[in-house]
């Protein structure tokens, strides 16, 4: 889930944030912003319209706001349809495949807009593929907005410095809880008729809607990141109507979504920038801070940090870097090594030399605050004090030398949350009426491998594939192995051998700008979990 204030895939990448890397994905006439989608009137069945390029189609469709609640009114998912190329009449066509990303916040409708041949390729041609944006999200509405004006927007300044728990001093500790107490109350008071309905529970529900406004009794899934708390959660609340479900880089829902203790999800984070450091020192002078070893490559990083962490580096124009918001790009750029390697390389290299611009032109400065609603929403009531949230942060410093502040701010912004449905949040798992292939990589710094383990645990028949790399989910490098398996998967109901290792093409992690672009053309602000 990667988000704002720099979350992370389960936190949400936002701006910087990195694009699914499938293969050399198609240019595209237009931009996912060119559609109105405002022409299309919600309507209670699937009424799909062109949009876009050839073959695209769109559509708006009415699910209830309160399954248990008609008279609450409804909510327009949006959709997109990258279509099949048999006869859905025919014994061929396998029915649709809905996709999320994760998040939550992220756009399924933008993945699958500018990736959707590659992705299409996986599943197989005689499925619909189609990309939704959740409830709340995007362009389905009613849209969760936490803030009623700009200024109020720039008042709680949701950039990565404003929760952000590396520093644990009480004074400014305290400082920052009493300010998402006031946050609480005013997304209450803007927003708390919305959010109390745009949680993970109804998404699952609205899949299942969605899949028998086709026809079909069952569905298939494909989630990313905080997708897969979406999928884990439907196949807990709806083990007998799966027909296939692949969760990719998954977030521990057995044990950490919805208690808020994430601690787990920075287990892999430090070994996913040891890869750096090695790759770094293995790619010579194509690394702006190489040296003869990765040892080499973290002390020469470790001082940069130490810099930062002796005082905030002004920057030319206004505005100032900050240890938490360099963190925050390093972490960013452990999502998609091949493409920010070199980028984030060149950055701390400009930042040795005394110019922190290009690192801090990366930095998230803002946000809407979407990610954290729902997470809040979804999550059980916290109800820390600062001291208990100093404790908590300082306990997860164990498992991470760079990231634990991280994961900790979650329950610093949720401290002051005021809207808690009664919505489901476990038990987690059940026999399922086709196995779960999970996949995990063996260096994802925000969902760890560990976790695909324990969310196919709780679901007898399920398999884990292992992904030998670093990077978020299996999407930031394309292997052979991982589509052909996903492949088979989709079209013949094949899971792999327990065990089974995917190991990567060679991989040249410090390409050149025009190598990048020839590999992909897709836009940076795709966002994801």
Request: overall charge negative.
């Amino acid at each position: 889930m990667r988000s704002t204030p720099i979350h992370h895939s389960m936190l949400t990448v936002r701006g910087l944030l990195t694009a699914l890397s499938l293969g050399t994905a198609l240019a595209r006439a237009q931009s996912p912003e060119d559609f109105d989608w405002t022409t299309i009137t919600p309507s209670n069945t699937l009424n799909w319209v062109s949009c876009y390029d050839p073959p695209f189609e769109c559509a708006r469709f009415n699910v209830p706001l309160d399954y248990s609640d008609p008279s609450a009114g409804t909510a327009a998912i949006a959709l997109l349809r990258h279509p099949t190329n048999v006869d859905r009449n025919s014994a061929a066509y396998k029915g649709p495949v809905l996709f999320n990303p994760g998040g939550p916040g992220a756009s399924g409708i933008d993945t699958v807009y500018y990736l959707s041949a590659d992705m299409h390729a996986i599943v197989g041609m005689n499925y619909d593929l189609i990309g939704l944006d959740p409830r709340g999200v995007a362009r389905s509405t009613p849209k969760i907005e936490l803030f009623a004006s700009q200024a109020e927007r720039e008042y709680f300044n949701l950039g990565p410095d404003a929760i952000d728990m590396e520093d644990t001093s009480m004074s400014t500790l305290t400082e920052r809880w009493t300010k998402m107490q006031e946050l609480g109350e005013v997304a209450e008071e803007n927003a708390g008729d919305v959010i109390k309905y745009m949680t993970t529970d109804n998404v699952a529900r609205d899949l299942l809607t969605i899949t028998e406004a086709h026809g079909r009794q069952k569905v298939s899934y494909w989630g990313l990141s905080y997708g897969t708390v979406i999928g884990a959660t439907f196949a807990s609340m709806f083990p007998n109507r799966i027909e296939k479900m692949l969760l990719d880089g998954n977030e521990d829902v057995v044990n950490a979504y919805y208690p808020l203790d994430w601690r787990v999800h920075v287990e892999d984070a430090d070994e996913a920038l040891l890869w750096f450091f090695d790759k770094c020192a293995a790619a010579g002078p194509a690394c702006a801070i190489n040296e003869p070893t990765a040892a080499g490559v973290k002390a020469r990083f470790d001082a940069i940090l130490a810099t930062l962490t002796a005082a905030p580096i002004p920057v030319p124009g206004g505005g100032e870097l900050t240890l938490v918001g360099l963190k925050s790009v390093v972490l960013t750029a452990t999502y998609e090594p091949v493409y920010y390697y070199g980028m984030l390389a060149a950055g701390l290299r400009e930042l040795e030399l005394g110019n922190p611009a290009p690192i801090y032109e990366m930095v998230a400065k803002n946000g809407d605050g979407i990610e954290n609603a729902v997470v809040c929403t979804d999550a059980h009531e916290v109800d820390d004090t600062p001291a208990e949230l100093q404790a908590y942060a300082e306990e997860i410093e164990s498992k991470s030398e760079y990231f634990s502040s991280f994961v900790a701010s979650f329950r610093l912004f949720c401290s002051g949350w005021k809207v808690h449905p009664d919505n489901f949040d476990g038990p987690i798992g059940g026999q399922t009426s086709f196995p779960i292939l999970f996949v995990g990589n063996v260096a994802d710094a925000v969902t760890p491998l560990s976790a695909a383990f324990t969310n196919s645990a709780a679901f007898p028949g399920s398999t884990v594939l292992t992904y030998n790399i670093s990077g978020h989910t299996s999407f930031a490098y394309p292997a052979p192995c991982i589509f052909d398996t996903e492949n088979a998967y989709f079209q013949q109901g094949v899971l792999p051998a327990a065990g089974t290792v995917c190991q990567p093409p060679v991989i040249d992690y410090f390409p050149t700008a025009a190598e990048k672009k020839q590999k992909r053309n897709v836009p940076r602000n795709l966002k994801m979990i």
